[in-house]
């Protein structure tokens, strides 16, 4: 389309010229929509008497006893029942079908939303967690009572752990007439009571109750088939976390659930388990052979104790552990059947090499490795052995041991091993030549001697406590 003033192009569409703004259309005014028009009623005559129905009461001013009847329409601005001067009366326009329905369904979000948030808030409440912990506990649920549950952080507070120190407790309880009691005010009194007692300030959990942190809670029950009612009492604790951002998170953290500062003492090269745990012995203290493992915390339950080490007997047994701690807590090994018949070997070694070096009149010290250091420490073992090099070597001369030989050693157990000591009865066949001073001819002994051994653990190894042959044999 070309502007009729300037000429200029425009698009067809255009409704002015975009190069001088001359409008090219022409824009047709709205047509004015005529008002229907009234027949005007007929007007009584001038000076005509009105127009009275008999029967009626009369108008007063009047004395035909007839009254003067009024037009339908009482409002001058009204006249022939359309507004005067011929405007339209406007009508009232209906409510929106839309915006109702928006509105109730408005009304039913608000109501569904109110009930949802008593729901959520109804099932996070702290008696509702009591509550679910008791029954999950009661019907041996007890990966759900975990979930239920905060405890200490440590190693061996696992899930797992709490499930395997409960699995033993199977037995089935009916039960019914459940009610749960907040308790918390009584508790609070009790702790005050027993503050008072021991001339102690409030403690802080007796703050966290007074604060709403804490809330205990009786849980009166009933038996099936019997009348009599049961307690138990689950004490929850608000935690920092929050559920769905808004409700808070409240844990059960009764503290008969586990047990602290459990010891137990084992060898001291043992190590030990519980349920196929290994307890960290990092911090053990070692005395005499032994170590005492603290263990910071434990459920209450049963576990599998497992002890082991090299070259003894595998100790196996069910542990009960209490709130209290644990019944047995001294854990002695044996040697095992191998370790035996190794020390064993090893006492008719050692004889030979004693009684040789004796014979040979060596040192102490080229034997002293047969030999714990008590036994060293103390000299008694030094002395016995000066005495036997004496008595097999004479006076190097005219006396003593000329050949000598140990046949048929048979070594057995003396008594039951222990976890630090074996002991061992030996029987041996002695043959020896010697020289007596007063005479020329080599004297012969073979006959059989006892000897009584005892071997002592030290560390990882086993050694003699004492000297293995006496001098009065030779």
């Given amino acids: 389309m070309f502007c009729p003033n300037c000429g200029t192009k425009n698009d067809d569409e255009a409704l002015f010229c975009e190069a001088c703004g001359t409008p090219l259309r022409e824009v047709e005014a709205p047509e004015e929509q005529a008002i229907p028009g009234y027949d005007t009623p007929e007007q009584p005559p001038v000076n005509e008497e009105p127009v009275w129905q008999q029967g009626q009461e009369q108008q007063p001013g009047t004395d035909n006893g007839t009254f003067w009847q009024e037009p339908p329409y009482s409002d001058p601005g009204y006249y022939g029942g359309q507004p005067s001067g011929g405007s339209v009366q406007k009508q009232k326009k209906p409510f929106p079908k839309l915006l109702i329905a928006v509105i109730a369904e408005a009304v039913i979000a608000i109501g569904l939303i109110v009930g949802l948030v008593k729901v959520i808030g109804d099932r996070f409440s702290p008696e509702t967690t009591a509550r679910n912990y008791w029954e999950a506990a009661m019907n041996h649920e007890w990966g759900k009572a975990y979930d239920y549950c905060s405890f200490p952080d440590s190693d061996l507070l696992t899930r797992q752990m709490y499930v395997n120190a409960n699995a033993n407790n199977t037995e089935t309880v009916d039960y019914d007439s459940v009610k749960v009691v907040d308790a918390s005010e009584e508790a609070r009194e009790s702790m005050d009571d027993l503050s008072s007692l021991l001339g102690s300030e409030e403690s802080d959990q007796t703050e966290n109750i007074d604060s709403g942190d804490v809330k205990v809670y009786t849980i009166e029950y009933r038996l099936k088939g019997s009348e009599e009612k049961n307690y138990s009492y689950v004490t929850v604790t608000k935690s920092d976390e929050k559920r769905f951002l808004f409700w808070d998170d409240w844990k059960v953290t009764s503290s008969d659930s586990w047990a602290s500062g459990v010891q137990m003492t084992i060898p001291e090269n043992a190590e030990m388990s519980l349920n196929g745990v290994q307890a960290d012995s990092s911090d053990a203290v070692v005395e005499d052979g032994m170590k005492t493992i603290t263990i910071p915390y434990l459920f209450t339950g049963e576990y599998q104790l497992t002890v082991t080490e090299e070259g003894m007997e595998d100790y196996n047994s069910m542990l009960p552990v209490y709130s209290y701690g644990v019944d047995e807590s001294y ?65 190097g001369e005219d006396s003593g041991v000329v050949t000598l030989q140990l046949n048929n050693m048979n070594i057995e157990l003396d008594s039951q091993p222990s976890s630090s000591y074996i002991d061992l009865y030996v029987t041996i066949d002695k043959k020896e030549t010697y020289r007596r001073s007063w005479s020329d001819r080599l004297g012969e002994d073979n006959y059989e001697i006892t000897e009584y051994l005892s071997y002592e653990k030290e560390g990882t190894e086993w050694k003699l406590s004492y000297l293995p042959v006496s001098a009065y044999d030779f």
Avoid: M, W
């Fill in 331 to 395: 854990i002695e090994l044996i040697p095992s059947q191998e370790t035996v018949d190794q020390v064993a070997a090893q006492a008719g070694d050692d004889i030979k090499k004693v009684v040789e070096s004796a014979l040979e009149g060596k040192d102490f010290s080229e034997v002293e490795d047969c030999f714990t250091e008590d036994a060293i420490s103390e000299g008694y073992v030094a002395e016995d052995y000066a005495n036997l090099v004496e008595s097999l070597r004479g006076d």
